[in-house]
């Protein structure tokens, strides 16, 4: 009995890890090309916070870019 509730314990501290989330950090490469000429770059400002629903295999939050 004692094995089958720390089971379940491990398997609900588990779940409580997936549930919350991943903070993100990045950045963003961009290019642009036009008839007059073209540019790019790269900021350096991304960041969020993610979930990752295993049983779906689902990624879903909110990510910011600074400009």
Known sequence: ???SAMGILGLVLLGLAW???YAVSGEVRYEARAPLGAFGGVNRT???KVEFDPTS???QGRVCVVV
């Open 1 to 3: 009995m004692r094995a």
């Open 19 to 21: 549930a919350a989330g």
């Open 46 to 48: 991304l960041k969020g």
């Open 57 to 59: 295999g689902r990624l």
